[in-house]
């Protein structure tokens, strides 16, 4: 089941998360990949990484896209085990302001 709201496929979108990637992914290109895999704009909004990399890392992130293709990134961050809080999707053409 999509975890993003019904917008047409051939609009894109701004869709607002938060990401904590384990230690353990830490030396793996995952935002990288977000952007040359996906075809997506990454936009940092804020970030915490420790020095040592002890703990996870949090991203407060915009991913713009294609609906179809931000999925299909969220999907790939599930798969790595990566946590992940949504705060929704808006289309492009639409958006005033994100949360």
Known sequence: MSSLPSIASQEKALHSIDINIP??????PVLATLISN?????NF???VLDR??????????????YPQEIEQ???????LGVEI????AVPIANRLDLP
């Not at 040592?52 to 896209?65: C, D, I, Q, Y």
């Open 85 to 88: 809080f949504a705060h929704g």
């Open 38 to 42: 996906y075809d997506l704009i990454v």
């Open 23 to 28: 230690p353990q992914l830490h030396q793996e």
């Open 52 to 65: 040592k990399a002890t703990g996870g890392g949090w991203f407060s992130l915009n991913l713009e896209g």
């Open 73 to 79: 990134a969220l999907d790939y961050l599930r798969n």
């Open 45 to 47: 909004k804020a970030a």
